[in-house]
């Protein structure tokens, strides 16, 4: 028996390289050997795709993508189908677990620095991945067919149409329809359930292979591939396979009692990863008495919301005060020059522009910011561990500052609340625009020669 599937192993590779692509990307893939717990959400994080993908086809195959009967698929699949709250409780809950999952991934990334070189394309790929998961998440936000879906889409889609010139045609574009209607529902299930998951699908593979070309991080920030041995293998790395698979299984294990355990037990977490109004129709006369996303936007969303009149005076502030500080910094004389342009310009926008336009663009410049990291950083060490108290305190700002905006995301927009919003708001973007000058003077450690246990 054993023979024949060494034999047919035998026939199979060399028609396709299935040794070759097991060692390359398990058993001879030498990873750092001092990688930790913040090192598995990488793993998780293919586990809750496979997850999503496979609970998203069941579901496909009952829920009606019609205006007028999609709630009541949904209920029909909660209610009638054998399984079908199973099903559809490990889909939604998987959503959020899945941003959990990938926050934590990111998390990872900035403290160990795995986004500088050689790096920077396989953060870049992350980051697209990130964005176009939100994508993928908010389009199916709108399947149920709830009251909260119906009305968070409205709102959201609607600032598009805060963008000059085509915004109007552009919210209209988004929605098929001059209001949110059975088109806007048809092409969202047409995204969400066929060409998102296939795109996340390519980059997902896109992301693996940049990782195995140019080896993973780890906690010292240490490129492995600099001490090889005699026979050409990275000293302090150790086959991902057994060693890493086998504590990926352990993980996974742990994961999944975890996730089982909010599934069967509390898969709503208090209107946390399904809100209460959703549990209603979608009624057209009916708002709910406040609208807001699911956890996973509301940072983004609460910076959407401080964005009002008095939040375009605190950004003349920080304009002005960025455009002295680079000024006096940088010693190129086009460098000064284009920042006072750019500054310049900058103030002319704030006069113009309306607050509810510089919502949407602070809200998408949030995320495209991440895409700058491995520029902004010019600290001589990567990891965290190596750093001074500069980048170790902005980084605890910035992530106390991204959690409040999340819970004021979830509360009424009254004054007080708005007030700290635009204090988080402010906070969550010094900690990149002001990163080249505290990553340049912070005192940093001297690194070792090899990773540490």
């Known amino acids: 028996m054993q023979k024949l599937l060494e034999q047919s192993l035998d026939w199979v590779d060399a028609r396709y390289p299935v040794k070759k692509v097991w060692d390359e990307h398990l058993a001879k ?3 750092p050997k001092n ?18 993908i496979v609970s998203g086809i069941f579901l496909t195959m009952h829920y009606k993508p019609d205006a007028n009967m999609a709630f009541a698929s949904v209920e029909y699949i909660m209610r009638d189908v054998e399984w079908g709250w199973l099903i559809r409780y490990m889909h939604s809950t998987g959503a959020s677990f899945f941003f959990i999952v990938v926050y934590m991934h990111m998390y990872r990334g900035l403290i160990y620095g795995s986004y500088r070189g050689p790096r920077e394309l396989l953060w870049i790929v992350g980051m697209v991945i990130f964005v176009t998961l939100m994508a993928e998440a908010f389009m199916g936000y709108l399947l149920p067919w709830g009251n909260m ?33 059975d088109a806007t529902l048809n092409r969202f299930f047409a995204l969400h359930v066929a060409a998102l998951p296939l795109v996340l699908v390519g980059l997902v593979f896109a992301h693996l292979v940049a990782l195995h070309k140019v080896g993973s991080n780890n906690p010292d920030g240490i490129e492995i591939k600099q001490n090889k041995g005699p026979d050409g293998i990275p000293v302090d790395g150790i086959p991902f396979h057994p060693y890493y698979t086998v504590k990926d299984i352990m993980a996974t294990v742990f994961f999944l009692i975890l996730f089982a355990a909010v599934m ?7 209107g946390w990863f399904l809100e209460h109004d959703n549990f209603m129709p979608a009624n057209v006369l009916q708002t709910p008495p406040e609208i807001v996303p699911l956890w996973y936007f509301t940072p983004y969303y609460s910076i959407l919301r401080a964005t009002t009149t008095d939040m375009i005076y605190v950004l003349y502030g920080v304009t002005v005060a960025m455009a002295i500080l680079t000024v006096i910094s940088v010693k190129d004389i086009r460098a000064k020059g284009a920042t006072v342009v750019v500054a310049a310009v900058v103030l002319v926008a704030l006069n113009i522009l309306q607050p509810k336009l510089w919502g949407v663009i602070l809200m998408g410049s949030s995320l495209m910011v991440f895409f700058g990291l491995p520029w902004l950083d010019r600290s001589p060490v990567k990891s965290i561990r190596y750093r001074g108290w500069m980048f170790k305190t ?11 905006l999340g819970f004021l995301g979830t509360q009424p927009a009254t004054g007080l609340n708005t007030r700290i919003a635009m204090v988080g ?17 912070d005192k940093t450690k001297p690194l070792p020669e090899r990773v540490t246990e």
Request: a negative charge; charged letters at 5%.
């Open 35 to 52: 990688f930790n717990f913040l090192y598995y959400f990488g793993s998780l994080a293919l586990v809750i795709l496979v997850i999503q």
């Open 29 to 31: 893939y030498y990873a």
């Open 425 to 441: 708001t402010v906070l969550y973007f010094l900690f990149f625009l002001l990163m080249p000058w505290y990553t340049t003077f």
């Open 394 to 404: 902005a980084l605890t700002i910035f992530i106390v500052s991204f959690f409040v």
């Open 264 to 270: 069967f037990f509390v898969p709503e977490l208090g």
């Open 149 to 181: 879906s119906y009305w968070g889409a409205q709102v959201i889609i609607s600032l598009f149409g805060a963008i000059p010139f085509i915004g109007d045609w552009l919210a209209e574009f988004i929605r098929g329809d001059f209001v949110i209607a």
